[in-house]
């Protein structure tokens, strides 16, 4: 437990001044049902001085803000304990080192002191039955109590009774006490009404069966926080850094900004930072989900919990651990699950109205049929005839087994354990949902807008086509192309550049009078002869008719007469197809003789078409391409992704009107963009994703999903688990509603015993949606999919 004295907050404390307030983390590991969390919170509030309480069952943790003032941390804990939960250490402040980040430690589940308990009551009542129904002849009496005989079987009952019920009774007292109508006092009053009418058989297998299914739950939800530990697990502790020009090792909270990190062979990276010496490839799939290592050199950057696979890193600590990347990943993870969903909040209403009900009904189940049937009576019913007794015994066992089913326990964790699985499950696959809000809203799109540039392209431009004039070869346009934009900084430069170099043309010229052609192109001198390369314009201008080659583009009409050339030219419309893919093209050639030309783009990403054939295969509506491109640009590229249209030369605020329309028209939007310059568009969706997110501080705070690759396969991806989730929520809630109603009807039939309602309606069924929950954790993206196919054969 740790507190975080940075926490001072502005307020008038008696007469002015200001007031100092402290958060402190608790790990509070048996808190593990929204029922716990109510009952310690009303511990809580009953604190003078606690002035903010967030607790987080799926993480056994409580984040209380308290003014030291009035209260102290030892108060705190005590109010924790007095709602009968231990506080153990082991929380930590936000940010600090990754084994304080906030998660209750993995629990001893079976060897645990109640587990004991448990096995002990078992052997207990498994004799007593024995006695009760096989050795009745060695079912002797051997006490009494007020002229009751005790026998061997009630002995033994009595014992699991007091064994296997005292955490039940004393959970129910701590209930009772905080005015908290949950699970152990419903079980508590159960056991100790059944052992004071002598009903021990009833209250053995109750206190027993009722143990063991909290243990079952326990599991279950240690399960459910295994996946958040695996996230919180992946960076490493301890950083080797160079220090005086020696090597030390040093816990990674402990190393500064500036300070280089030596990082070798299979080690994890322990901070986010710039490599400034060697390179390898680097396993980024914690981070980004990407299953491929990306090799990595000086000057690019890496994060915390990413490993490298083979080569020698020295990189320069850019972000302390607190601020890492994974470190916002798993802060985010555990924030989202403090907002509650549309679902949870109805769960949290309905369980307000259900509980008192069904204890109602079992209270009235146990005392008015004995008053109003004397003897027996016989009710018939569409065929269906039953014959109820009077006995006061009967409706007494009945009216017990109603309380157990007054328990909402399956119901409630029903949405809050699905949600957890499936954030934890996205975030290892390189996906981070902010909270459960929207992870059920992204399965409920009817329509996803996605920006071009840096989504369905790369953001970059890139040489597609080198497209030579009859005998000049490649290499020969690429180098004069490359020697004149040696001399410019357009970005097309850089791309024709990259291009030559991968082509292996050197011994590049360097061009003397060299020109800019403003709008147009550059022209320079090699070799004493003036050289041109800009746009098919710039070339009709020095009078080369292009009116064959390029039908689609200005109408082809040469501005001066045309000059006389030796017939060396394009293919007819071979630039007009180019320019109808959207390539912008630039011409290489002199005065009179052309060399050939280069094409060049914005790539597309190899997943886009893909993504947006499985979106509509999973059942998006529509699919819309949103840019502020040129028409001919954003009609090339929504034909070759296969989108269902465009809409291009959109400003910020037009692309805003878009999304405006398209909820118009179809319902729930996602939009999906950078993070940054598509941020008005982003925050008016329903659901906004930002694209390779993975570092960028702005776009992990202002979206509500974030792909922490540039990789827009995911989307299908997430769309895919979203929409299961919300399946596998309603399947929870509705089949846990449908089984305690199904038993409630059983029960004043005399269908449902005891042993049944814990075993089915309790146990049962919070295993049930437990394990529903956990396989969202087996969707995967496609591309990871595939590549587990590949490995095992498949």
């Known amino acids: 437990m740790t507190e975080n004295p940075d926490a001072d907050t502005a307020g008038p404390p008696n007469g002015g001044g200001q007031r100092r307030e402290l958060s402190v983390r608790l790990t509070v590991p048996e808190m593990d049902c929204p029922s716990c969390a109510q009952k310690v919170d009303k511990s809580l509030q009953r604190v003078d001085g606690v002035v903010d309480a967030t607790l987080q069952p799926t993480t056994g943790t409580a984040n209380v803000t308290y003014d030291p003032d009035r209260v102290t941390e030892a108060d705190v804990v005590q109010a924790i304990e007095n709602a009968g939960y231990e506080v153990v250490s082991g929380g930590g402040a936000k940010g600090s080192s990754n084994d304080e980040l906030g998660i209750a430690p993995p629990s001893e589940v079976w060897t645990s002191s109640r587990a004991i308990k448990t096995w002990i009551g078992a052997a207990f009542v498994t004799l007593g039955l024995l006695f009760e129904f096989v050795l009745t002849g060695q079912n002797l009496a051997v006490a009494s109590v007020l002229d009751y005989p005790l026998h061997v079987a009630d002995g ?40 004071g009418i002598g009903y021990f058989v009833e209250a053995a297998t109750l206190a027993v069966l009722f143990s063991i299914a909290e243990l079952l739950e326990d599991y279950a939800m240690d399960r459910a926080r295994d996946s958040l530990r695996e996230l919180m697990e992946l960076s490493p502790d301890e950083a080797t850094v160079r220090r005086d020009g020696e090597e030390v090792t040093v816990p990674a909270d402990e190393v500064d900004v500036g300070e280089t990190v030596i990082v070798r062979p299979g080690e994890k990276i322990p901070l986010d930072g710039t490599i400034v010496d060697g390179g390898s490839a680097v396993d980024e799939s914690p981070i980004t989900g990407e299953s491929v290592p990306v090799d990595k050199s000086v000057g690019d950057e890496i994060y915390a919990g990413s490993i490298n696979e083979e080569g020698y890193l020295e990189f320069e600590a850019t972000a302390p651990a607190s601020e890492s990347t994974l470190s916002q990943i798993i802060e985010m993870v555990q924030g989202a699950q403090e907002k509650k969903t549309e679902k949870e909040q109805f769960v949290d209403r309905f369980s307000g109205y259900y509980t008192p009900t069904i204890v109602v009904l079992a ?82 799109v009817d329509a996803v807008a996605l920006d071009k540039t840096g989504t369905l392209t790369k953001g970059e431009l890139t040489v597609t086509d080198v497209v030579p004039v009859d005998d000049t070869d490649e290499a020969t346009l690429l180098r004069h192309a490359a020697g004149l934009e040696r001399r410019s900084e357009h970005p097309i430069a850089a791309a024709i550049l990259a291009r030559a170099d991968e082509a292996g043309v050197d011994e590049l010229s360097d061009p003397t009078d060299f020109e800019s052609l403003t709008g147009k192109g550059i022209r320079g001198e090699i070799d004493g002869k003036t050289y041109y390369a800009g746009k098919p314009a710039l070339f009709e201008d020095l009078g080369f008719d292009l009116s064959r080659t390029r039908s689609a583009a200005d109408g082809g009409v040469p501005k001066v007469d045309a000059v006389e050339t030796d017939d060396r030219t394009f293919a007819e419309d071979a630039l007009a197809a180019l320019e109808r893919e959207g390539k912008t093209v630039v011409i290489v050639g002199t005065e009179s003789e052309l060399l050939g030309a280069i094409a060049i783009a914005d790539e597309v ?50 692309k805003v009107d878009a999304v405006d329309e398209l909820q118009a028209e179809y319902g729930d939007v996602a939009m999906v963009g950078d993070g940054i310059n598509d941020a008005p568009a982003l925050a008016t969706a329903d ?29 299908p991806y997430l769309y895919d688990l979203s929409h299961t989730a919300n399946g596998v929520i309603r399947q929870n809630i509705w089949t846990s509603l449908g089984v305690k109603f199904l038993l409630a009807i059983g029960v004043p039939l005399g269908l449902v015993s005891v042993a049944v309602a814990v075993v089915v309606g309790d146990m049962g069924m919070s295993l049930g949606v437990t394990g529903n929950a956990m396989r969202l954790s087996r969707i995967v993206p496609e591309s990871l999919r595939s590549d587990a196919d590949q490995e095992t054969g498949a």
């Not at 959970?171 to 056991?191: E, H, P, R």
């Open 363 to 444: 209270i009235l189940t146990a005392v008015l049929p004995p008053l109003l049937i004397s003897g027996s009576a016989t009710v018939s019913l569409a065929g269906f005839s039953h014959t109820f007794s009077g006995s006061w015994q009967t409706w007494f066992i009945r009216g017990l087994t109603l309380l157990v089913i007054a328990c909402p326990c399956a119901f409630v964790i029903s949405t809050p354990v699905s949600v957890v699985s499936g954030i934890t499950s996205a975030a290892k696959n390189g996906v981070l949902i902010k909270g459960g809000n929207y992870l059920e809203a992204m399965g409920e």
């Open 156 to 195: 033994l009952f009595l014992v699991a009774i007091v064994t296997s019920g005292y955490p039940v009774v004393r959970g129910g007292y701590y209930s009772a006490k905080n005015l908290s109508l949950d699970i152990d006092l419903l079980m508590g009053t159960a056991i100790i009404a059944a052992t």
């Open 687 to 715: 659901v906004g994703i930002a694209m390779g997110a993975a570092g960028t501080d702005t776009a992990l705070e202002t979206a509500d999903i974030a792909l922490m690759g540039d990789d827009v396969g995911k989307l």
């Open 605 to 654: 990403r190899p997943a886009s078409k893909r993504a947006v054939e499985r979106l509509h295969a999973l059942g998006v509506e529509r699919v819309v391409m949103l840019t502020g491109d040129n028409e001919g640009t954003a009609r090339a590229i929504a034909e070759q992704v296969g989108v269902d249209e465009y809409r291009a030369e959109l400003l910020p605020d037009e």
